[in-house]
T-cell receptor
Framework: GAVVSQHPSRVICKSGTSVKIECRSL??????MFWYRQFPKQSLMLMAT?????????EQGVEKDKFLINHASLTLSTLTVTSAHPEDSSFYIC????????????FGQGTRLTVV | GIQVEQSPPDLILQEGANSTLRCNFS?????LQWFHQNPWGQLINLFY???GTKQNGRLSATTVATERYSLLYISSSQTTDSGVYFC??????????FGDGTTLTVKP
């Protein structure tokens, strides 16, 4: 089946630094990828839609300058958490579909970010 | 956007018991998936089930799209079944909306 790989799986960074998370579709091309965030003991919430070759679309309440998304190729989207603060600590996960109009979504393994 | 409601929010079972988890969605969804989130946070894909019934070992799922609900059945539960189960509805253009999850605890 289709595979979405996310890296790193776990990262600890200092306040004020930036962290980049990669999401790759290994065996299919994804013109659209999605980024989700999960707070402890809560569900996953959509943060933004990453569009290959164009700007990302952010959900209401998500700071686009804080969470920079780049979808430079059909197999790679990156999420950069800029000037990270402890409140940015969370579990981040990406997804992609082979065909966004009617097939299942494949999720990356997730990245647990801890900002100290 | 659509709302995805899961019930029950928490479930405690004795090993060997059966259970049914339910997912209701407020509007039509293109696709429905069930996931088990393991202790490390990874989402394990259980079923991709926009409609109909599927079975995989001790697990089975049924989606009645016309009535906007899906059920996940766990039979002969084991302690390794513990974790959070999410129902995920996918709308047009691939966006996924997660339910709040059911936290399952299976006691030995």
């Amino acid at each position: 089946g289709a595979v979405v790989s996310q890296h790193p799986s776990r990262v600890i960074c200092k306040s004020g630094t930036s962290v980049k998370i990669e999401c790759r579709s290994l065996d299919f091309q994804a013109t659209t990828m999605f980024w989700y965030r999960q707070f402890p003991k809560q569900s996953l919430m959509l943060m933004a839609t990453s569009n290959e070759g164009s700007k990302a679309t952010y959900e209401q309440g998500v700071e686009k300058d804080k969470f920079l998304i780049n979808h430079a190729s059909l197999t790679l989207s990156t999420l950069t958490v800029t000037s990270a603060h402890p409140e940015d600590s969370s579990f981040y996960i990406c997804s992609a579909s082979i065909d966004p109009w009617g097939t299942e979504a494949f999720f990356g393994q997730g990245t647990r970010l801890t900002v100290v | 956007g659509i709302q995805v409601e899961q019930s029950p929010p928490d479930l405690i079972l004795q090993e060997g018991a059966n259970s049914t988890l339910r997912c209701n969605f407020s509007d039509s969804v293109n696709n429905l998936q069930w996931f088990h989130q393991n202790p490390w946070g990874q989402l394990i894909n259980l079923f991709y089930i926009p409609s109909g019934t599927k079975q995989n070992g001790r697990l089975s799922a049924t989606t009645v799209a016309t009535e906007r609900y899906s059920l996940l059945y766990i039979s002969s539960s084991q302690t390794t079944d513990s974790g959070v189960y999410f129902c995920v509805g996918e709308t047009n253009a691939g966006k996924s909306t997660f339910g709040d999850g059911t936290t399952l605890t299976v006691k030995p």
